[in-house]
Structures are given as C-alpha cells and as structure tokens.
Antibody, heavy 121, light 110 residues
C-alpha cells in the first residue's frame, strides 16, 4: 500500500513561510490520474482541508487560505510540497499529506503520520 | 466556505446504535453526493470510513453506514463497540474542486 511521509521544520517564525514535503513510497504520483492532498489540524481542534494537486500540476485551494498557499509536485522525486506564507500562531497545527482513494479527488485513503508545525518566535 | 456542523459529542452503551449528523448547505452537502466520513483515534491519522455518502471502503465494518437527507448527512454506528470510541469527521465536496470538513464529533462508549 502507498506510504506517505511529511518532512520539514517543526518550528517557523511568525510572518515567515512554512514549507513541508510529502514523500510517496510504494506508489507513483505520476502513474496515477489522482489528486494528492494536504490537510491540517490545530491542536485539539478539527480537520481543515488546505488543498489538492493533480499529478500533472493543477492545483485547488481552500478559499480561506488561497492567497497564502502554494502546492507543487515533483514527479521525479515522487514528492509533493506545501508552502504557506505569512504564517501566524493560528497556523500552528499538525499537517497531514494524503493520497486519494479514487480518481475523484474527493476522498483520502492513505495519510502520512502528520507533522506538528509550531509558529512561534 | 464554512465548516460543516456536527454535534460536539455523542455517546452510547456497547451494543447500541448512535447517529452523528453533519449539516451543511445547498452549496455543499445539499448539492452533491460526495460526503465522506473519517474516524480518528487520539494521536493517529484519520481513516476513511464512508465515501459517496453511503459506501464503505474494503475492510470497514458494515456496522458503519451513511445516509443523506437534504443538507444533512448522517453516520450511524450500530452495535457500538469500545474500539469505536474516537473522533469522527464528515467531509463534503463544496464545488470548484474544493472540500470542506465538519468540526468533528467525539464518540464516547459508556
């Protein structure tokens, strides 16, 4: 089954850019016509959809984050990435990357373990 | 795009059935049959339990079922078991290739 692993700094200063990478193993991003996603969860709170990227590079974002988010894909490395700029304490959360359940892009089957990113000076 | 509305908590005794509601709008739940439900145990990643409103992925117990009426989707857990104690989140397609989650419901097995 597909495995995903998030990586990146666990601490980011306010106003700076949060950058995370999701490495996909036991599966290929480019061989499937699928959408790959990022979801986050502030401590003790619910899930929030951040956005999704099609293997070809098309992206779709949460309207509330759209002005600050960029999701990209590197098929040569079998990775996709998240950048969130101008972060504040409200962006402190566990960030998950997830693989699609089917070609619709509406459901996520496999998830990374999640990585906690804290925004603090 | 506002979060879908779920009750904060639902509880039941072992063997009982419980239902979790997920209320959206005519822009999301009411317009599309693309509602999913995720189960999340503490410190773990979410697990897909229901997709397309009522379908179960392979390996998910048939004690879990989903339905929808108007702007409200529901997840029913029958024959409640101790292992079902977890947080549950609904999620709906909201148009323009976007998704929206519910606030989550904590299920307690008494």
């Amino acid at each position: 089954q597909v495995q995903l692993q998030e990586s990146g700094p666990g601490l980011v200063k306010p106003s700076e850019t949060l950058s995370l990478t999701c490495t996909v193993s036991r599966g290929s991003i480019s061989s499937s016509s699928y959408y790959w996603g990022w979801i986050r969860q502030p401590p003790g709170k619910g899930l929030e959809w951040i956005g999704t990227i099609y293997y070809s590079g098309s992206t779709y974002y949460n309207p509330s984050l759209k002005s600050r988010v960029t999701i990209s894909v590197d098929t040569s490395k079998n990775q996709f990435s998240l950048k969130l700029n101008s972060v504040t304490a409200a962006d402190t959360a566990v960030y998950y990357c997830a693989s699609p359940f089917d070609t619709s892009g509406y459901y996520y089957e496999y998830w990374g373990q999640g990585t906690l990113v804290t925004v603090s000076s | 795009q506002s979060a879908l509305t779920q009750p904060a908590s639902v509880s039941g005794s072992p063997g009982q059935s419980i239902t979790i509601s997920c209320t959206g709008t005519s822009s999301d739940v009411g317009s599309y049959n693309f509602v999913s439900w995720y189960q999340q145990h503490p410190g773990k990643a979410p697990k897909l339990m229901i997709y397309e409103g009522s379908k179960r992925p392979s390996g998910v117990s048939n004690r879990f079922s989903g339905s929808k009426s108007g702007n409200t989707a529901s997840l029913t857990i029958s024959g409640l078991q101790a292992e079902d104690e977890a947080d549950y989140y609904c999620c709906s397609y909201a148009g323009s290739s976007t998704l929206v989650f519910g606030g989550g419901t904590k299920v307690t097995v008494l």
